[in-house]
């Protein structure tokens, strides 16, 4: 998590991790690789340098595509990167694809390779699951990893080959090719009292992935029992879910006993989950060592049968 505290700026700091956090998943083709990421962000660092000293543009930017989704955000950004940042020409972004009577899909991003010259379209997609009995489940049970995988690679990635999305496409790009890819970036979360930090990798998830622990309201004062006492703790705020959280002081960092209170007295009013940041002293500032989801006794509830 260190190599992202370079960055003043949280907005800056959520741009390079969007650049070069590594993906969710690994599969021989139809991802942008994290080597190509890899590349771009040492290509790209004086550039992010730049903007961090003076982020007015993006800031003027985000401002204008306000949204509570963190998916949008993380559009935007990803958009701002390629357009601004990698100089390619971004062709359009959330084009809508129809028939007659219904919605067919959309094209998260359309751009023109300025190396290659191809047009590219990317599936954009920033996802948090657990780990449950073997299967990853979003804080929103309903949202499963194996359902978001089979949409974007079933669905999503080949919507440019109905002939409804050709025919939208004609005025953008004639009949030039597209080469789609999935852009997935997001965190899997381990149970807290595993050992989290190295997880056994199952097929199609990333060796690299970014990870955490979650567990149920009851267990968080025995988990944070295990933790430095020194150690403070934030509760993180949707748009704050995806680098990791830095302060320079401790207002507004809770201890142990203070987050249990706060937490317990959460849930016996709200059941979505918490996401919450574990923060040690370390060179003048307070910064992320861990990150992990509380949820409340009940989840998934009653969909455990149906995911």
Not at 29 to 58: K, Y
Not at 99 to 114: C, K
Not at 133 to 146: A, E, H, L, V
Not at 272 to 296: C, H, I, K, N, P
């Amino acid at each position: 998590m260190n190599s992202l505290r370079r960055w003043k700026h949280s907005v800056v700091r959520d741009l390079a991790w969007v650049i070069s956090s590594p993906s969710l998943i690994s599969r021989d083709s139809g991802m942008v690789s994290d080597s190509w990421c890899g590349d771009t962000f040492e290509t790209n660092l004086s550039a992010l340098q730049r903007l961090d000293a003076a982020p007015i543009h993006l800031l003027n930017l985000l401002e204008k595509n306000q949204s509570p989704r963190l998916g949008r955000y993380f559009e935007v950004l990803v958009g701002y990167w390629l357009r601004e940042i990698s100089g390619h020409e971004v062709i359009a972004q959330n084009l809508t694809v129809s028939d007659a009577s219904r919605s067919l899909g959309e094209f998260d991003l359309l751009f023109r390779d300025q190396t290659t010259c191809r047009v590219m379209h990317w599936e954009l997609s920033v996802k948090f699951y657990l780990k449950f009995k073997g299967q990853f489940i979003g804080p929103n049970p309903r949202d499963t990893f194996d359902k978001k995988i089979n949409k974007v690679f079933g669905q999503q990635l080949r919507l440019s080959r109905l002939s409804e999305a050709r025919s939208r496409l004609q005025s953008l790009i004639g009949d030039e090719p597209i080469y789609p890819k999935a852009f997935i970036r997001g965190r899997l979360f381990y149970p807290a009292l595993s050992d989290w930090r190295h997880p056994e990798i199952i097929d199609g998830i990333s060796r690299n992935h970014e990870r955490g622990w979650w567990c149920y309201h009851s267990e968080l004062d025995r988990w944070s029992a295990r933790c430095d006492r020194e150690h403070r703790w934030l509760i993180l705020g949707r748009m704050e879910w995806m680098s990791p959280v830095e302060r320079g002081s401790p207002k507004g960092l809770l201890s142990s006993l203070a987050l249990g209170v706060f937490v317990n007295d959460y849930f016996t009013r709200a059941y979505q989950a918490l996401m919450v940041a574990e923060l040690e002293f370390s060179d003048g500032a307070w910064v992320e060592v861990s990150r992990g989801v509380v949820v409340d006794d009940s989840w998934p509830g009653k969909v455990k049968a149906d995911v």
